[in-house]
């Protein structure tokens, strides 16, 4: 950690973008741009996957304070379920890009799938482990994902998002067999236990 990358082109005002909660079975996907100072640095700054839940929850706050700009958008199951999960992922990270202010001149974009946007791009494969930008647009789309999930979970208790926001683990899938799906579960997403179930709720 600490040796990401702060630029990918230097003197232009880049935006790194990333998602959380494609792999979900319930919840929204979410997205975010960030535009950090050239000059910004944190040890523990990283992709928010390889991070402790305490260290995200830490940075966080220190991101939203420091970056130039940053945005954070929610696709919601309807457009996941729309749209499929690809597509509603791609469209959050653009309209993330697209409403920042100022508005970004670079994006880089987590991954290798990325649609035409009116702000030219690149695509890196596990970018949120090699430019800063990325790093800090991972922790803020995962931060803001389970802080919705755990404000979901209490209404729905059985599925247990509080611990697992939406996660295909094996107590949310028994709880699914068990309870059936509610209006946040995504009905696009297939699992083999998943196909006896009726789609009605």
Not at 22 to 51: E, T, Y
Not at 158 to 169: D, S
Not at 179 to 194: I, P, W
Request: aromatic share 8%; charged share 30%; with cysteine.
């Amino acid at each position: 950690m600490g040796k990401l990358k702060s630029y990918y082109r230097e003197g232009v005002l880049e935006a790194g973008c990333d998602e959380a909660g494609r792999g979900c079975m319930a919840g929204p996907v979410v997205a975010a741009s960030v535009i950090l100072p050239p000059d910004f640095k944190h040890p523990d700054l990283n992709d928010s996957k390889q991070l402790s839940e305490a260290k995200r929850a830490k940075l966080r706050p220190l991101i939203e304070k420091e970056a130039l700009a940053w945005k954070v958008v929610f696709a919601e199951v309807e457009q996941i379920d729309q749209i499929n999960i690809l597509n509603a992922s791609i469209w959050a990270m653009q309209q993330a890009a697209i409403q920042l202010k100022p508005r970004p001149e670079f994006l880089l974009i987590d991954g290798n799938r990325f649609h035409t946007c009116e702000i030219p791009h690149e695509c890196f494969v596990k970018g949120d482990g090699r430019f800063q930008s990325i790093a800090a647009a991972s922790i803020l789309a995962k931060t803001h994902r389970d802080e919705y999930m755990e404000q979901l979970s209490p209404q729905f208790e059985v599925y247990n998002w509080k611990k697992n926001k939406g996660y295909p683990t094996r107590e949310h899938r028994d709880a699914i067999l068990k309870y059936g799906l509610c209006e946040h579960h995504r009905k696009t997403f297939r699992l083999k236990e998943m196909d006896q179930l009726s789609l009605d709720f």
